[in-house]
């Protein structure tokens, strides 16, 4: 199976299955001699862990990150950086009765026909559990821009057709939902409770901003900065699509309206094309949205076939996510920070900051 690689100068590889014993990455091209943070890094694995609140699955799973390689006397060596997880709360019977059959909105049956084998314990790589290894990878890669000026926040902005109104982002981490609107989170938080009451799903948008970054990240043609931000979001499972800016907006205006007047080096008028021009980075914030996709994973009857070509109805069984835009949210930053310090250091270089 190819794929598990992401990156070019830092590059990470994950592994691990949603079932199996334990979920990790290797960190390879990461600067030597940095003082990593690892309280800083739990704290992103527990932004994320499952079992927070009602309007999340109720697998209890502590997330603790282990450092196999790569860190010495509390600064990293330059060598792999190895961080590990071990899975405590699998319960793998719950599968037992999908063996045989795809689950309507999952990978079970593109895997089938492209390897004629699947791990179907909870969908194996193709699972949701696989983000923990990009949350450990991207909360290396925040501290590191973090040294660096750079800050990554992302937010709930819409849940179902509930859209978030004023901001403040001091209320973001307040409410289960990671909504900077505190008004329309409660109500985000009761269309999710209805819909697990009714054994449905919903989705939503995550919006992104990253600030601090410099002209220069990111290169014409199949480097572009945009480009490699698309390919690391839609690369999550549940993510069916980005916008940057003004994104599907951007043709209500013209030409003279959409473009950012530069007053000087470091002066825009406006930022309507979220902060990359041509692939490259303006200094401008970056800002994009991600749309997030209802969890495949429902408690209502289904339609499907099994392995012979029978149909089938099938209810899923097991602990799953209502909604998985709230702990989507510091997946997006980590991917994000992932494919920034990558160009970062394609850019200016390894050269350690501290």
Not at 103 to 118: A, E, L, N, T, V
């Amino acid at each position: 199976m190819a794929g598990n690689s992401f990156g070019e100068l830092y590059r990470i590889t994950t592994f691990g299955e949603s079932h199996g014993h334990a979920n990790g990455v290797v960190i390879d091209g990461i600067e030597p001699g940095f003082p990593l943070d690892l309280e800083a890094v739990q704290a992103q694995m527990d932004r994320r862990r499952p079992g927070q609140s009602s309007i999340t699955t109720e697998r209890k799973e502590r997330d603790q990150i282990q450092v196999m390689s790569g860190l010495f006397e509390g600064k990293t060596t330059g060598a792999p950086l190895t961080l590990m997880l071990i899975n405590e709360q699998q319960i793998s019977k719950d599968y037992d009765s999908i063996k045989d059959a795809f689950r309507p909105g999952h990978g079970d049956f593109g895997y089938q026909m492209k390897y004629g084998f699947r791990d179907y314990r909870g969908g194996g790589r193709s699972s949701g559990r696989e983000t923990s290894a990009r949350v450990a990878a991207g909360a290396v890669a925040m501290q590191l821009l973090a040294h660096r000026g750079v800050s990554i926040t992302a937010h709930t902005i819409q849940i179902k057709d509930i859209h978030a109104g004023s901001y403040n982002p001091n209320v973001i981490e307040l409410n289960p939902v990671r909504c900077a609107d505190q008004e329309k989170a409660l109500e985000m938080e009761r269309v999710i409770t209805e819909a697990s009451r009714r054994g449905e799903s919903v989705g939503g948008v995550v919006a992104c901003t990253c600030t601090g970054i410099p002209p220069g990240l990111g290169d014409p043609v199949f480097q572009k900065l945009d480009a490699l931000l698309a390919h690391g979001i839609i690369s999550i499972g549940a993510v069916k699509a980005i916008a940057f800016g003004e994104g599907f907006s951007s043709p209500q205006f013209f030409g003279s309206e959409f473009n950012d007047p530069i007053r000087s080096f470091h002066e825009f008028d406006s930022n309507h094309a979220g902060g990359i021009l041509s692939g490259i980075s303006t200094g401008q914030d970056i800002t994009f949205r991600a749309a997030v996709r209802p969890t495949p994973s429902i408690y209502t009857s289904q339609q499907t076939i099994d392995l012979e070509g029978n149909p089938r109805t099938m209810v899923i069984e097991g602990r799953h996510d209502p909604c998985i835009v709230p702990r989507i949210v510091p997946v997006i930053e980590a991917m994000t920070a992932l494919v920034l310090i990558d160009r970062w250091y394609a850019q200016f270089g390894r050269r350690t900051c501290v």
